[in-house]
C-alpha cells in the first residue's frame, strides 16, 4: 500500500465521519437540500482556483463561506424559508460555476480525485474533523432544542441565529474538504445518506448521531479500497457504498 493512496484513505475516513455527523443535525432539521446545493456552490470557487493553480479545497471554501453568509443574512432580512434561499444560491453558482471551470476539469470538479491528496491535505482534514466533532458536539443539544420549540430555546439564553451560522460554517468546512474526495456534485450525498440510514437502524438520537458517523467512515474506507482493487473512480465508489448501507437499513428498519 503506497503513502498516496494512504493518504487519500484517512482523508476520507476523517471527512466521511464528520460528513455523516452532520448529517445527522441536517436531516433532523429539514436541511437535506443544504449539503447538496453547497456542494454545487463550491464549483465556481473550485473553477478559479483551477484557473490560478490553486487548491480546489481552498477555492471552494471561500466561495462557500460566501454563500453561507448570504443565505445566513437572507434568512434574517425576509421571511422566506432557507430551503428557498439555498435554491437561489445553488443555481447561480452551478451557472457561474460552470462557466468558469476549465473543460479540462470539469469531470475532477464534479467527481472529485482521490489521487491527488496529500500528506498536507490529509493532516489538514483530520484536524478540521475533529474540531469539528468538537465543537458540533458542543452545541448538538442546543440545536435539537431550537427544532423542537425556539421560543423555549430563547428562554434559555440559546441564540439560535448564532448557532445556524456555526453550523453552516461547518458545513462549508466539511463540503471544501468533501470536493477533493467525491467531488462537487457528490459531496452532498456524503453528508446525507450515511445520515439517512443512521436514522433507519437507530433507537435514539445517541445512535443516531453516531451511527451516522460510523456510516460516513465505513463508506468512505470501503469505498476508497474499492477504487484501489477495482480501479473505478472513488468518489462514485464511495456514494454507491453509502447508498447500499441505506438500501440494507431498509431491510432492518426500525
Not at 109 to 136: N, R, Y
Not at 185 to 210: C, D, F, H, W
Not at 218 to 226: H, T
Request: net charge positive; hydrophobic share 60%.
Amino acid at each position: 500500500m503506497n503513502s498516496q493512496f494512504l493518504f487519500s484513505l484517512i482523508s476520507g475516513i476523517f471527512i466521511g465521519g464528520a460528513a455523516g455527523y452532520l448529517g445527522s443535525l441536517m436531516l433532523t432539521k429539514r436541511m437535506a437540500l443544504v449539503g447538496d446545493a453547497l456542494g454545487h456552490v463550491a464549483l465556481p470557487g473550485m473553477g478559479l482556483a483551477l484557473l490560478l493553480g490553486l487548491d480546489v479545497s481552498f477555492g471552494a471554501f471561500i466561495f462557500l463561506l460566501l454563500g453561507i453568509f448570504l443565505i445566513w443574512l437572507f434568512e434574517i432580512k425576509t421571511s422566506l424559508p432557507m430551503e428557498a434561499l439555498v435554491g437561489v444560491i445553488f443555481v447561480a453558482s452551478l451557472a457561474i460555476g460552470f462557466l468558469i471551470v476549465p473543460e479540462p476539469e470539469l469531470l475532477e470538479a464534479l467527481f472529485g480525485d482521490i489521487s491527488k491528496v496529500s500528506f498536507e491535505m490529509t493532516l489538514i482534514s483530520a484536524v478540521f474533523s475533529i474540531l469539528i466533532f468538537l465543537v458540533i458536539n458542543r452545541i448538538y443539544p442546543k440545536m435539537i432544542l431550537a427544532h423542537i420549540s425556539e421560543d423555549l430555546a430563547k428562554s434559555q439564553g440559546i441564540k439560535i441565529k448564532k448557532q445556524n451560522f456555526i453550523y453552516l460554517f461547518f458545513i462549508a468546512l466539511i463540503v471544501a474538504l468533501g470536493v477533493k474526495i467525491v467531488g462537487s456534485l457528490l459531496v452532498g450525498a456524503l453528508v446525507i445518506i450515511p445520515a439517512a440510514t443512521a436514522r433507519n437502524l437507530s433507537k435514539n438520537l445517541k445512535e443516531y448521531s453516531l451511527g451516522s458517523a460510523v456510516l460516513g467512515v465505513l463508506s468512505s474506507l470501503l469505498g476508497g479500497l474499492l477504487f484501489k482493487l477495482a480501479g473505478f473512480p472513488a468518489g462514485p465508489m464511495i456514494i454507491l457504498v453509502a447508498t447500499l448501507f441505506f438500501l440494507i437499513s431498509l431491510i432492518f428498519k426500525r
